[in-house]
């Protein structure tokens, strides 16, 4: 990629931080801007991706709360509405017209919401594994999951709440109604750290595990909305929360999930110690986004 071209925006309780990645020279370039966006992941989880797009003007950034956005207003909570704000501001700062939209996790429900809202900034949307908790049939498992989740992490800290998050995140199935009971995975069985440091700013378990997780998809807007909107999952994540999620939004909206290379990390190439499949990923994803040109 080219150097990137960093900006910064003034949004209501946040400063925005985010990245512009020129296309290389030499070659026809796809004048239409992709957006790389995750959450709470920030702009430097895409940079592997972003490699295989040289030929686009490449966006991304990081979510407010995170790395380079800090937030102005101390509060402790955000909302996927407060991100699709966010994202709206960037988009129509840049002045580009509508985008493409690659988002992944927390960032594909922010920019399902973005498109809710302002369908007609996003020409493409392609959500990888949106952990929606309301659309799933265990729905009320689910939520209390999640919440279960974010009160570990206020009551012990971040071992034993992330230790539920990644046993929550990995299981295969409908969680059941008796998850409470199920014994309490260890921080220590995956290398977390096991004294509570007395920190509660976690961009995940604090900041937001609940507003992503129980946020209530319009799936009336969305399927009356211009944007070509593309539901995802990694053929490796198969039952497991987030992908559940996937295809069943992509049942409401009347189409077939994408199924795309890898797990819910797939495009990761090294950032964060994570290893995916990113070659394979990104022309899985080109693919979708030329489907829709």
């Known amino acids: 990629m080219s150097e990137a071209e960093t900006r910064t925006l003034t949004a209501t309780g946040a400063t925005l931080t985010y990245d512009i990645h020129h296309p290389l020279t030499g070659g026809a370039a796809d004048d239409r801007f992709l957006f790389l966006i995750g959450s709470p992941m920030d702009a430097a989880g895409f940079a592997t991706l972003a490699s295989h797009f040289t030929d686009r003007t490449v966006v991304t950034y990081d979510p407010r709360g995170v ?37 992944s996790s927390g960032g594909a429900v922010n920019s399902l919401a973005l498109v ?77 750290p096991t004294e509570d440091d007395g920190s509660r700013d976690d961009a995940l378990l604090g900041q937001n595990m609940i507003g992503c997780t129980h946020h209530r998809l319009d799936l009336a807007a969305l399927r009356t909305a211009s944007t070509h909107v593309v539901l995802a999952a990694g053929q490796e994540s198969d039952g497991q929360f987030a992908a559940r999620a996937a295809a069943r939004i992509a049942e409401g909206l009347g189409s077939a999930l994408a199924l795309f290379p890898s797990h819910h990390a797939g495009f990761l190439g090294g950032e964060y110690g994570q290893h995916g499949a990113p070659e394979p990923f990104a022309k899985a994803l080109r693919h979708a986004l030329d489907a829709h040109r």
Not at 79 to 91: K, M, V, W, Y
């Open 116 to 192: 809710e809202r302002h369908g007609d900034l996003v020409h493409t949307l392609v959500a990888h594994e949106p952990p929606a908790a309301q659309v799933l049939p265990d729905r009320e498992a689910a939520l209390a999951v999640c919440a279960d989740i974010h009160a570990t992490y206020l009551r012990e800290g971040l071992g034993p709440g992330m230790a539920k998050f990644i046993a929550a995140t990995s299981r295969t199935g409908p969680f059941p109604a008796t998850w409470a009971d199920e014994p309490v995975p260890s921080p220590a069985d995956f290398g977390l």
């Open 67 to 103: 790395c380079r956005s800090p937030r102005t207003d101390g509060a402790s909570a955000t909302t996927p509405g407060e991100h699709a704000d966010d994202l709206r501001q960037i988009i129509e700062a840049l002045g580009a017209g509508a985008v493409d939209v690659f988002a």
